[in-house]
C-alpha cells in the first residue's frame, strides 16, 4: 500500500471507525476497593490534570471536524469526539464513584486550527507513550485490582487507537502535499512534539503538570529512568501489536525512548547515598551542646 493514496485513506479511516466499541461509561463493573487502595486511588495527584485534559481534547477534536472536507476523514475524527468526549465523562465518574477530590481546572475555548491539531495529535503520541509506562509499571506492582486496570486498559487502548489514526492521517497529508522527505519529516514532528511540551497550543490555559508525592511516590520510589523505559517500550510493543500491521504507528517517541534506553544503559550505575545513623548523629549533636 503507498503511503498518500485513496487506499491508505480508506485502511486507516475505515479501521479506526471499525474498531470503535460503544459503551457508557457509568455502566462498567467499577469494582468496590479496600480503604487502603481507595486511599491510593485518592492520592493520585494527576486527576485535575487528566480531566482537563480530556475535557479540552473533546472539544477540539470535535471543533477540528468541523474543518475537514474530506468524508471520510471527517467521519473517523467524528468518532474520535465521540471517544474524547467519553474519557471526560468516565474520568468524572471515577471521581464521583471512588469520592475523589480533584477541583476543577480551566480548560478555555480551544482554537482548531490544522497547526494546533497537529500540535495536539504529536502531544497524545508523548502521553500515550508515558502512559504505556505508568500503565505497565501499576500492573506489575499490583496496586489497583485487575477489574479496574481492566477499565483503564480499554482506555489506554483507545488513546493509542488515536494517536495511530493521527499518524496516518498526517502521512497521508504531507505525502499528498509532497512534504514527506525524511529528514523534514523527522524535523517537523520534533518541532510539534517540543510546542506540545511547551504548551502552545492555540490559547491553551498553562496548566503545571502536577507532583508524584506522598504515598504514590513511595510506591513508585524504586523507578529509575531505566525500568520506566525498558516498561513503556514493552508496552507500547505489546499494544501496538493489536493494530492492523499495515498501518503506521507513532516512531518517534519510541525511538527516542530507546535512544535514551541505549545511553542509560552504559552509564556507570549511581552510587546509592550514605546510610545516615540518625542515633548517632543525635548523640553527636547532644555532646557538642554539652
Known sequence: MKLGTPEHRDLFCRQFIETHVSFDPERLPWPSLDGETLALLRAFPFWSYAESIEARSARMVELFAHTIDDPLIKEAINVQAVEEYRHERLMSHVLSFYGVEAPALPVGEPRATREDFYVFGFGECTDVFIGF?????????????????????????????????????????????????????????????????????????KTPMPKLEGRFAEVFADVTPVRFLQAALAENRRVMAKVDPRLLRPALMPTLGTLALAGLSVLPPRAAPPVRDLWKETFERQTVAA
Open 133 to 205: 509506562g505508568a500503565f505497565s509499571l501499576a500492573r506489575e506492582k499490583e496496586i489497583f485490582p485487575s477489574a479496574l486496570l481492566g477499565i483503564f486498559e480499554q482506555l489506554l487502548f483507545e488513546e493509542a487507537r488515536h494517536v495511530v489514526f493521527f499518524t496516518n492521517w498526517w502521512r497521508y497529508e504531507e505525502t499528498r502535499a509532497g512534504r514527506d522527505a525524511p529528514v523534514r519529516r523527522t524535523i517537523e514532528a520534533l518541532k510539534y512534539h517540543a510546542k506540545a511540551a511547551l504548551g502552545t497550543v492555540g490559547d491553551a490555559p
